[in-house]
């Protein structure tokens, strides 16, 4: 099955590039010259990565990513900012709108399909442990004895046992 991949980047160049890399590694790519359509095309078909152009016209590559992190829909999927070799990343920024990672234009094949595949990595284990995670053991369930699995929070029963830690 193919992964989804969504480019945002107002340079032809670069999106054929990306194209052409990804062309052998089993990826759908959709570009786009703008952040604006590259969202409205996030929403309609949830990607499994997103490379954006931290200069771009409309929405830029901080703002998408922005945008991304904070729908709860889309929160995990990765991001990659693309940064010109003559705009630098704002690694500050990027922190703040919790970009995944970043890359400086122009990028070795090598570099941009390593960063990726880590990306799509650790967002497939994010994944899965909240998965995990879904179900948590409520106190209720261990005060009446009932046989619980998954997850304990210890902190959270010791609070509604208000029984501090240190004790």
């Not at 929405?59 to 705009?87: M, S």
């Not at 570099?111 to 909240?130: D, G, P, Q, R, S």
């Not at 995670?133 to 304990?152: A, F, H, L, N, R």
Request: glycine share 4%.
């Amino acid at each position: 099955m193919s992964r989804k991949l969504v480019l945002a980047d107002d340079s032809i160049t670069i999106q054929k590039v990306v194209e052409l890399i990804l062309s052998e590694e089993d990826f759908e790519v959709k570009t786009f010259s703008n952040g604006d359509d590259a969202w409205e095309a996030i929403n309609q078909d949830k990607p499994d990565i997103v490379l954006a152009d931290v200069e771009m016209p409309g929405v830029n590559g901080y703002q998408l990513c922005e945008r991304i992190k904070k729908d709860e829909k889309f929160k995990n999927i990765p991001v990659l900012l693309l940064a010109g070799a003559f705009e630098p990343i704002d690694e500050n920024l990027a922190k703040q709108v919790k970009a995944d990672d970043y890359i400086v234009k122009p990028f070795e094949t090598r570099e941009l399909l390593n960063k990726i595949n880590t990306m799509l990595a650790k967002e497939k284990e994010i994944v899965e442990i909240e998965e995990e995670d879904e179900e948590i053991v409520s106190v209720e369930q261990i005060k009446e004895g009932e046989e619980v699995e998954g997850p304990v929070e210890v902190a959270d029963i010791l609070e509604d046992l208000w029984i501090s830690e240190d004790t």
